[in-house]
């Protein structure tokens, strides 16, 4: 079965940092690639997706992220962080084929100083 | 606003007791998924049906059980509830769950907090 891996549990970064979160996941076939977001007592939103072409993703908010298949990674990146990106930030993978399930990884947090 | 609707909000029971969480899906979403989410768990997918069958099964106890009936609306019932079961359990919809480009993009209700005592 797929698995993700998040190796950041807390991030906390001063405004105006650059942000790079990472992500890897276990599975060898076809994968669609998520990152979502969970403000703080809110629901889960999706930041970006990954399923085929261009592996450099732009999602909203200015968050990007590459998806790099020889390292299985899908690493979110963000040139400057905003107090208001303090959220828990979660990867998820899902096999591209038949009824599969969204996997999660275990999220990171990340707090913006202002 | 994401369009899945999750109630309740909190609920607050004893051990032992038997709880239900209702999910009404994105209007037009055939799939519906549950996850629990706790402090020491993560995110944990529990199970997912797609138009009134059961499609993906996850960490799901035995106590527990979900339907989606044919209105799409989906509910999980927790039952013999133990302290370990408090937790925040979300609701998600989507149009499709194969494979696509919009399949795994999942809207996620607000969730239902249950805290048992």
């Known amino acids: 079965a797929q698995s993700v891996s998040q190796h950041n549990h807390h991030v906390i970064l001063s405004e105006a940092a650059s942000l790079e979160l990472g992500c890897n996941y276990s599975?060898?076939?076809?994968?669609?690639l998520f990152w979502y977001v969970q403000y703080p007592g809110q629901h889960l939103q999706l930041l970006l997706k990954?399923?085929?072409?261009?592996?450099l993703v732009k999602g909203i908010k200015g968050f990007e992220a590459e998806f790099i298949k020889s390292k299985f990674s899908f690493n979110l990146r963000k040139p400057s962080v905003q107090w208001s990106d303090t959220a828990e930030y979660f990867c998820?993978?899902?096999?591209?084929?038949?009824?599969?399930?969204?996997?999660f990884g275990t999220g990171t947090r990340l707090l913006v100083s202002p | 606003d994401s369009g899945v609707t999750q109630t309740p909000k909190h609920l607050i029971t004893a051990t032992g007791q038997r709880v239900t969480l209702r999910c009404s899906p994105r209007?037009?979403?055939?799939?519906v998924y549950w996850y629990q989410q706790s402090l020491d768990q993560g995110l944990q997918f529990l199970i997912q049906?797609?138009?009134?069958?059961?499609?993906a099964k996850g960490n799901i106890l035995e106590r527990f059980s979900a339907q989606q009936f044919p209105d799409l609306h989906s509910e999980l019932n927790l039952s013999s509830l133990e302290l370990g079961d408090s937790a925040l359990y979300f609701c998600?919809?989507?149009?499709?769950?194969?494979?696509?480009?919009?399949?795994?993009?999942?809207?996620f209700g607000e969730g239902s907090r249950l805290t048992v005592l």
């Open positions: 209007s037009g979403d055939l799939s």
């Open positions: 599975y060898g076939g076809t994968v669609n």
């Open positions: 998600a919809s989507s149009v499709a769950t194969g494979g696509g480009s919009n399949a795994g993009e999942l809207f």
């Open positions: 998820a993978v899902k096999r591209n084929t038949g009824f599969q399930k969204l996997v």
């Open positions: 990954y399923f085929s072409g261009d592996p």
């Open positions: 049906y797609y138009n009134g069958e059961e499609r």
